[in-house]
């Protein structure tokens, strides 16, 4: 048995989620609209391939809260407002379904594909886990795009050199 909870609780999931997903949105509605394509390194993703794998990841984790398995989307980010308005339906969406999971389906194994092949076999909660800190972890690249694109960078856990003064 291990000596630490491999996927932690429902609840305590669902307040991590309620407030990434909030901090998350301060991030994204920060980018300027006209500032998708930017990108700081010819081989860096843009910051509208970055922002949509966020969405993405929700994407994924509202699927596997209603199914054994789902398929990785392939789709290529739409524009600002498109893009604001799908993150903000898919973090409510989760936050909603999040509240319907038992203790059994937090543990039940789940699978996410690619191109047809599994990549990933986990319990849901594990899964959930994974893309919260994908999710944010992608949030902290775009906020490093954000000063070179012109815009100020949101508070993020605390006051930021933009939100100060």
């Given at each position: 048995?291990?000596?630490?909870?491999?996927?932690?609780?429902?609840?305590?999931?669902?307040?991590?989620?309620?407030?990434?997903?909030?901090?998350?949105?301060?991030?994204?509605?920060?980018?300027?609209?006209?500032?998708?394509?930017?990108?700081?390194?010819?081989?860096?993703?843009?910051?509208?391939?970055?922002?949509?794998?966020?969405?993405?990841?929700?994407?994924?984790?509202?699927?596997?809260?209603?199914?054994?398995?789902?398929?990785?989307?392939?789709?290529?980010?739409?524009?600002?407002?498109?893009?604001?308005?799908?993150?903000?339906?898919?973090?409510?969406?989760?936050?909603?379904?999040?509240?319907?999971?038992?203790?059994?389906?937090?543990?039940?194994?789940?699978?996410?594909?690619?191109?047809?092949?599994?990549?990933?076999?986990?319990?849901?909660?594990?899964?959930?886990?994974?893309?919260?800190?994908?999710?944010?972890?992608?949030?902290?690249?775009l906020s490093t795009?954000?000063?070179?694109?012109?815009?100020?960078?949101?508070?993020?856990?605390?006051?930021?050199?933009?939100?100060?003064?």
């Amino acid at each position: 048995m291990p000596d630490f909870d491999p996927v932690g609780t429902i609840e305590f999931f669902r307040e991590r989620h309620r407030v990434e997903s909030a901090t998350t949105a301060k991030v994204l509605h920060a980018i300027p609209a006209d500032m998708l394509s930017y990108r700081t390194h010819p081989n860096s993703p843009t910051a509208g391939t970055t922002a949509w794998t966020i969405v993405r990841c929700l994407e994924i984790s509202n699927h596997l809260t209603s199914s054994d398995s789902t398929e990785v989307p392939r789709t290529n980010h739409p524009d600002h407002v498109a893009l604001l308005a799908e993150f903000h339906h898919s973090a409510e969406r989760l936050q909603q379904q999040l509240v319907a999971i038992d203790p059994t389906d937090w543990l039940k194994e789940r699978k996410v594909t690619s191109s047809g092949i599994v990549i990933l076999t986990q319990p849901l909660g594990q899964i959930l886990w994974l893309f919260l800190f994908d999710g944010i972890h992608h949030r902290g690249q775009l906020s490093t795009y954000l000063r070179p694109m012109g815009a100020a960078v949101p508070s993020i856990y605390g006051p930021s050199a933009d939100t100060t003064a």
